[in-house]
């Protein structure tokens, strides 16, 4: 069975530094991986998606997620936060068919 | 292009009372999901359509819950009677294909609060 955890329910990082949100997998196939945001009393929006061609994946808004095999992780980075980037952040798993395993999300705060 | 819509956007309802949310998916896209998020979790799948035909609905508490999608384009989802439990947001989303690659879009919700 898969599943997604994500460290953290809440990261803080001030405004300009680097941020990073954990996500670690489990999968007995090759997965594919999502990360979403949601802003608040928004839908999901999709940041970037792997889908085994290149291990480190660029999304919309600066951020950039790699795949690393070996830790069964993808983490998702921006190396330097804004304050429009508060928002919670999904990271989600597929053996190849349609269902996403969700992690409980993390959610991100900018301290100015 | 639009996309996903859903209404209403909030809804407050007594115990036992019927409750009705609304889809209408991004054109073109075959696929409707319906999913469930509580608050600091996740999405769980509740339902996924392709086209008229619910081909999940394992997920979907069916003594009170109920979905259609008539004519493979929008979809209602029903509860009734509702419970307090049944408070959280209800997202649907869509998306062209069915593969474990194709994005799903989501809906802004329906924030649902059962007293």
């Known amino acids: 069975a898969q599943s997604v955890t994500q460290l953290g329910s809440h990261v803080s990082v001030s405004e300009g530094a680097l941020v990073l949100l954990r996500c670690n997998y489990s999968?007995?196939?090759?997965?594919?991986l999502f990360w979403y945001v949601q802003y608040p009393n928004q839908g999901l929006q999709l940041l970037l998606k792997?889908?085994?061609?290149a291990t480190l994946v660029k999304g919309i808004n600066g951020f950039e997620a790699e795949f690393k095999k070996s830790e069964t992780s993808f983490h998702l980075t921006k190396p330097s936060a804004h304050m429009s980037d508060a928002a919670e952040y999904f990271c989600?798993?597929?053996?190849?068919?349609?269902?996403?395993?969700w992690g409980a999300g993390t959610k991100l705060i900018i301290k100015p | 292009e639009a996309g996903v819509v859903q209404s209403p956007r909030y809804k407050i309802i007594e115990k036992k009372q019927p409750v009705a949310f609304w889809c209408n998916p991004i054109?073109?896209?075959?696929?409707l999901y319906w999913y469930l998020q509580n608050l600091g979790q996740g999405p769980e799948l509740l339902i996924r359509?392709?086209?008229?035909?619910?081909?999940?609905d394992s997920q979907l508490p069916k003594d009170r819950f109920s979905a259609e999608r008539l004519k493979g384009v929008d979809s209602t989802l029903k509860i009734q009677p509702a419970e307090l439990g049944d408070s959280a947001v209800y997202l649907c989303?869509?998306?062209?294909?069915?593969?474990?690659?194709?994005?799903?879009?989501f809906g802004p919700g329906t924030r649902l609060t059962v007293l």
């Open positions: 989600a798993v597929s053996d190849g068919n349609y269902q996403l395993i």
């Open positions: 999968s007995s196939v090759p997965p594919y």
């Open positions: 989303a869509s998306s062209l294909g069915t593969g474990g690659t194709d994005t799903q879009y």
């Open positions: 359509y392709e086209n008229e035909e619910a081909v999940d």
């Open positions: 054109s073109g896209h075959n696929t």
């Open positions: 792997y889908t085994s061609a």
